[in-house]
Structure formats: C-alpha cells, structure tokens
C-alpha cells in the first residue's frame, strides 16, 4: 500500500538557516503529493502542493519539487523565521490514470521544527 | 467560508467509557474524513464518507468505534468501550468530490484522554 517516510527529528535550528525536511514516498499510480503545517494550538493546513512529476509547490518561502526517479519531495526553505516553528508532515494522495484523486491523504510521521531567534 | 468545526475540543474519560465526537464540514463539501492522530505520528485516516456513504472504513476498528454521516451533512465518531490506547486526537477533514488536488481541510480537533 501506500506510504510515507519522512526524516527523523526533531529539527532545530536558528533563524535564517536553510531547512531541508526529507520525504520519500511509495505508492502506485499517479499521486499527488503534499505538505502539511500545523502550528501550535491550530489544525492542519496545506502548506504547498504538486501533482505531477517535475512540477514544484511553493508557498511563503517554502518549496518542494516532485521527483518522480527518486521518489521523493523533500521541504526547503532558504531562510527560516522563528514563526516557521510548527510541526511539518508529507502527505499523498493516490490518483487514478485520468487525474482523479482517491480523495485519502496518507501521511508521514511528522517533523517538529523549532527555530530560535 | 466558515472551515471545518470540531466539538469538543478536549474530552477526558475513564476507559470502558464511551465518547462522540461531532463534526461540521465545509458547506457544499461531500467529502468528509475522521482521522486519528497519535502523539508522534502522522494522521491515520478511519473512515471516509462520500455524502452519507461510506467510501472506505477499512482502517476503523469496528468492535469499539462507529460513524455515522446523517443527511450528508454532519458526523459523528462514536468510541465504546475506550481503550487506554484511544488517547489521541481525532481529526475531521472534508475535501470536494472528486477534486484533482485532493486537497483536505482540516478542524483543530478533538483531543481525547483515556484514563
């Protein structure tokens, strides 16, 4: 079945460090690829989002490019803010060959960022 | 748009006891999810309705927990009897029918104690 394999954390870093949250993924088909945010006290939020192989997701400074050939879709952001601390989780969603999400997310663990001033 | 709404927030019970959770979806979305989520891990999906069918339960385990989506509108997850292994957070999601993305969105959750 489906899978997600996020790296081991949690993460720590300053602020203005680059990030780099690993993510690999199994699955067959066509998935949609995804991460997820969720900040103290909040609930999930879609972060940045890709659909198909080479396209690459971006939202408030973050970025993760679907790769297809190592079946990964690893989270970056070339300079972090103490706001970024929250917890980060890769998802997928199984598509059929038309495009047509299954509708169910599989996620990974999660990884806890937190970044001092 | 009002998002997903979630009730209650925090539940503490003794196990052997029984629990609901309700949840709101977006209007107009047919789509709506329970997850469960334990401290540490990510999200596992329990049951996904498709209006007031159930597309897929097979992850829900049966013999305590039991859901309902009446009108195709709200849900409600039932626990009976609790297992100390229950303590988590239960997660309601709603998506459009059939959307390419498959994106969800998300409540905050109703985060259960089993004592």
């Known amino acids: 079945g489906d899978s997600v394999t996020q790296m081991e954390g949690p993460v720590t870093l300053s602020e203005e460090a680059f990030l780099t949250i690993n993510c690999t993924y199994t699955?067959?088909?066509?998935?949609?690829l995804f991460w997820y945010v969720q900040y103290p006290g909040e609930g999930l939020q879609l972060l940045l989002k890709a659909t198909k192989a080479d396209d690459k997701g971006s939202n408030k400074g973050f970025e993760a490019t679907y790769r297809k050939e190592t079946t990964s879709f690893h989270l970056e952001k070339g300079s972090v803010q103490v706001s970024d601390s929250a917890v980060y989780f890769c998802?997928?969603?199984?598509?059929?060959?038309?495009?047509?999400?299954?509708?169910?997310?599989?996620f990974g663990q999660g990884t806890i960022l937190t970044v001092h001033p | 748009e009002a998002g997903v709404a979630q009730s209650p927030r925090y539940k503490i019970i003794e196990k052997r006891q029984s629990v609901a959770f309700w949840c709101n979806p977006i209007?107009?979305?047919?789509?709506l999810y329970w997850y469960q989520q334990i401290l540490g891990q990510g999200p596992k999906l329990l049951i996904q309705?498709?209006?007031?069918?159930?597309?897929?339960d097979s992850q829900l385990p049966k013999d305590r927990f039991s859901a309902e989506r009446l009108k195709g509108v709200d849900s409600t997850l039932k626990i009976q009897p609790a297992k100390l292994e229950d303590s988590a957070v239960y997660l309601c999601?709603?998506?459009?029918?059939?959307?390419?993305?498959?994106?969800?969105?998300f409540g905050e959750g109703s985060r259960l104690t089993v004592l």
């Open positions: 699955a067959t088909g066509y998935p949609s």
């Open positions: 309705f498709q209006n007031n069918g159930v597309v897929d």
């Open positions: 998802a997928l969603s199984g598509n059929n060959a038309g495009g047509t999400s299954y509708g169910k997310l599989t």
């Open positions: 999601a709603s998506s459009h029918r059939g959307i390419r993305t498959g994106e969800l969105f």
């Open positions: 209007s107009g979305h047919a789509t």
